[in-house]
């Protein structure tokens, strides 16, 4: 009877002492754990887009904070700039150009970060202006009347290559929706539209 108690107890002890190691091995990570490997990275990005059916260049950078290697939060921006003329004024020589700019916060999921090859998913939430600009490159004008504010969400998908364990090049395609913009001889959602475009992001991943 005292051998069975023993073997009760020496089998409840090494069941509790298991399911102690399985608790430890499966605890909550914290974003601060000792176990956890940060890093960071900064991002510079040149792209395509049209812009009230337009060619534009797209260029941005933007830096952000990576936990756990597979995900980062970070703060950017993006500059436009639409390179056919804008409008067709009669008997003015000026070049009209849509122009601005818009940035925020980046939320980016990072998925197989350790492949050669993975996906990951940027975000971003933010707030922009756009305006309309005239010259002739030796008259720069300013229509205080042709600008306006917006508000912007991008989400987007990025094939990344690992070049080097501190060098990342990216293949990237997304769509930015935009609040209603107000401006002449314009549709209020001609912002909105799919960017293409390569980023190169350079850190520790």
């Known amino acids: ?19 102690q190691d399985d608790n430890d091995n499966n605890q909550i990570s914290t974003i601060f754990s000792r176990n956890r490997s940060n890093g960071g990275y900064g991002a510079l990005s040149f792209g395509y887009s049209q812009i009230d059916g337009k060619d534009a260049l797209v260029m941005g950078a933007r830096g952000s904070w990576i936990i756990d290697h597979s995900f980062a939060i970070g703060l950017g921006g993006v500059g436009f700039i639409n390179d056919v003329n804008y ?20 939320l980016e ?14 975000v971003l939430f933010g707030i922009g202006g756009i305006s309309r600009i005239q010259d002739n490159w030796d008259n720069w004008v300013y229509n205080d009347s042709q600008n306006d504010v ?13 070049l080097t364990r ?9 769509y930015r929706f935009t609040s209603k913009v107000e401006m002449a001889d314009t549709n209020p959602d001609f912002l909105e539209g799919t960017n293409i475009g390569l980023v190169m992001k350079l850190g520790k991943f």
Do not use: D
Request: net charge neutral.
């Open 87 to 106: 409008h067709h004024w009669p008997n003015n020589e000026l070049n009209n150009n849509l122009a601005g700019g818009y940035g925020g916060i980046y």
């Open 1 to 19: 009877m005292k051998k069975l108690s023993l073997m009760i107890f020496l089998g409840l002890g090494f069941l509790l002492a298991s399911a």
């Open 166 to 174: 501190h060098l990342r090049l990216a293949g990237s395609i997304g």
């Open 109 to 122: 999921p990072i998925l197989a970060p350790r492949l050669p090859v993975h996906i990951s998913i940027p």
């Open 150 to 162: 917006f508000l912007v969400f991008e989400p987007a998908v990025e094939l990344e290559f690992n």
